[in-house]
């Protein structure tokens, strides 16, 4: 989902984030009630498809979408594609990731959500990688870590990504959701974009519902100075859950 291209060559490699990973609703809401489990599907275009600040799809629109299968007992499965577009140098057009996880919610509220996801890229497979996930959640509040043993691909380093969310729901479908994570590869002295081994991504996201469609707008931004893919932007999607 990173630019990997961008990364690894000290400068290669979810719409605002890919998956996530994240159901397409909350954990239980694809079930009808009384049932044991249910399917959703989902479609995104985006004026842009950014992950940890950065876009991967040289600042030009996406197309996006995937499926899930959850069951009651929180265990869930899902598949995610997006286009990308690293640039000369890679031949990546598809991005595809598969995940599963466990989550549920305490009698008390507190959530909880522990996942793995495998990224695939289409016509670049020496930089597919892995990532696994625990995440908590309360109250509208999310804490979560994120480590890959060999991020962004074959030689890649030992990455961990911790995270805090806040989303606020207010009258009129209308949500505000804040981001911020800390990218941090420095425990293998490795240098993303060619001087910095951590950097800071950041984001605000405003989303309205209406006709079943989910509109949003975001400002995106990094600490990164020296890479035009991670400057701060504006990203606008419309997405229907199915």
Known sequence: MLNKKLLTAAVVAAVLAGPGIALADEPGTMMDEGAT????????????????GISQTDEKPAIQGGFDYEHSTGLYIGTWASNVNFGEGSNASTEMDFYAGFAGESDGGLGYDVSYIYFDYKGDSPFDYQEFSFALSYVGATLGVIYSDEYLGNGGPEFWYPYVEYGFSFKNDISLDLHYGYNDASDADYDFFGSDDTYSDWSVTLGYSAFGVDFAVAYVDTDLDDLDAADARAVFSISKSL
């Open 37 to 52: 489990h249910g399917i959703s599907a989902n479609v995104t275009l985006a004026s842009d498809y950014t992950f940890r």
